[in-house]
């Protein structure tokens, strides 16, 4: 592990300009997505570096910690009276891989074209980084006096798992990063249905279980195939996971956020929505009345849930072998642990396979009744007159389960105006060909963070 700090300097300030701060942050977006920070590897730290230099320009000290070779971490405070407690702005560095021949434009060229910025990052999340450090840069500049410290976290690794980024953070240098509240992704984008725009803010996330499933038999020549060999038990395990569902479980979280959801529509829509905590026509509603995508989600809010990824067996063609394996990506509703995934899964199986745990982390569930929370809803309701903020839980998880672990109460909400007539959704971009975020809705998210922040954290 490494650790660099950057001294700030005097630095002579012009007059603030909004729409030089706008400009700015295009310029600072784009030049981010253009640095390849693919996870794997990561190579985060250039990234950092660039960071630490815009910071660093306008008199912002900023720290640079290593957990590995290149796995960096930049963190920048602004201090407060200490009158009230820090606000922590998270963000991730390192981006998922791409197949660059399903792309419209060169996915690290941060191409602005049809009135967005394509690139992979853009959504997910170089986009609340951008919005982060311009935050700062905005509270300094304005001479804004706070009450609570303001720290900014640009993290490593969060898309393998955390463990070069918050998670080290986390573990190693605990008090760079203790806050009252933290505010990352994933939320506060734009959802329309059915005519009303909807704000979704996340407020709890599922856990994760790495698990492996592992079938064993009799080896033998691949001339004289086996009925019962460990490569078919697997195939028909891994068949039953996947076309199985496992027992619905309702829970606080997920009942406010369709109660709510329900409420903004009319019937039939809003009866299906409320039916869905109804576990005997649940899944009657997945199956043949909501879309298959919508059903996706839902099932997932619904449902611990494990998917098969990974298949491995055998070394040599003529060989067949005594053991086969697959790697399922379980999910956590909050209270389930890895073990009562494990029992649901086997009522499935039966005894044909092994389940081993590797990894897992529980579930985050935040409180929504905080001040922090309803400034959101508040800001929201301001910049978008006919937007409603509601609670919700994503099916995967963010950096909010390693700061969490700190007591922090954590939030995503890196607001996002979409497009009314946009032909995309925004969970198809997220991990998806063709990322890329509206040049207007990116701005209108970065005035609302600013003045989220701004109205929460200054004194008096």
């Known amino acids: 592990m490494t650790e660099q700090v950057f001294n700030s300097q005097t ?8 729409q030089t701060w706008e400009r700015e942050a295009l310029s600072h977006f784009k030049a981010l997505l253009r640095i390849p920070t693919v996870n ?29 070779p290149q796995r960096a971490n930049l963190i920048a405070r602004l201090e407060g009276d200490g009158s009230a407690k820090p606000l922590l702005l998270a963000g991730h560095t390192d981006v998922v891989p791409v197949d660059r021949e399903h792309w419209k434009h060169d996915p690290f060229g941060a191409v602005e074209a049809d009135g967005h910025i394509w690139a992979r990052g853009a959504l997910d999340m170089k986009n609340m980084v951008a919005m982060s450090m311009m935050v700062l840069l905005r509270l300094k ?66 856990g994760r279980v790495k698990l492996r499933m592992i079938a064993r038999g009799e080896p033998g020549h691949g001339s004289m195939p086996k009925r019962d060999s460990a490569v078919i038990r697997l195939a028909e395990a ?34 299906i929505l409320k039916l869905l905590t109804q576990p005997q026509v649940s ?19 619904l449902h611990n849930t494990a998917s098969p990824t990974i298949l491995q067996a055998g070394v040599k063609l003529n060989v067949i072998p005594s053991e086969a394996t697959c790697l399922l990506d379980g999910r956590l509703l909050p209270g389930f642990s890895g073990a009562d995934l494990v029992r649901e899964l086997r009522a499935v199986t039966g005894d044909a396979v092994e389940f081993i745990i590797d990894e897992e982390a529980p579930a985050v569930v935040n409180p929504y009744h905080t001040d922090l929370y309803r400034l959101i809803e508040r800001k929201i309701r301001q910049h978008d007159g006919a937007g409603i903020p509601i609670p919700y839980m994503i099916p995967g998880f963010t950096d909010a389960c390693q700061f969490s672990r700190l007591g922090t109460v954590c ?50």
């Open 11 to 18: 630095v002579e300030e012009a007059p603030f300009s909004v």
């Open 40 to 68: 794997p590897p990561g190579n985060e730290r250039p990234a950092a570096a660039y960071i630490a230099g815009v910071l660093e320009a306008s008199g912002i000290a900023t720290t640079i910690l290593e957990s590995a």
């Open 141 to 206: 500049a304005e001479g804004v006096r706070l009450a609570r410290d303001v720290i900014f976290c640009a993290v490593a690794d969060e898309e393998e798992g955390c463990r070069y980024g918050s998670r080290f953070l986390v573990d190693e240098h605990p008090e760079k990063v203790r806050a009252e509240y933290m505010i990352g992704e994933v939320g506060g984008f734009t959802m329309y249905v059915n005519g009303v725009t909807l704000y979704p803010i996340q407020v709890a996330e599922k």
């Open 238 to 271: 891994v068949e039953k996971v996947g076309k199985s569902r496992l027992p619905q479980h309702n829970t606080p979280i997920v009942e406010a956020f369709l109660s709510k959801l329900a409420d903004t529509q009319k019937l039939p829509v809003g009866m």
């Open 283 to 301: 899944n009657l509603l997945l199956d043949k009345v909501i879309p298959k995508g919508l059903a996706a989600t839902f099932y997932a809010l």
């Open 411 to 460: 939030y995503g909400f890196s607001p996002l105006q979409l497009p009314k007539d946009a032909d995309y959704t925004f969970s198809q971009l997220f991990h998806g060909h063709n990322e890329r975020v509206p040049v207007e809705g990116f701005l209108w998210g970065l005035r609302v963070l600013y003045d989220t922040i701004k109205t929460f954290c200054q004194a008096g």
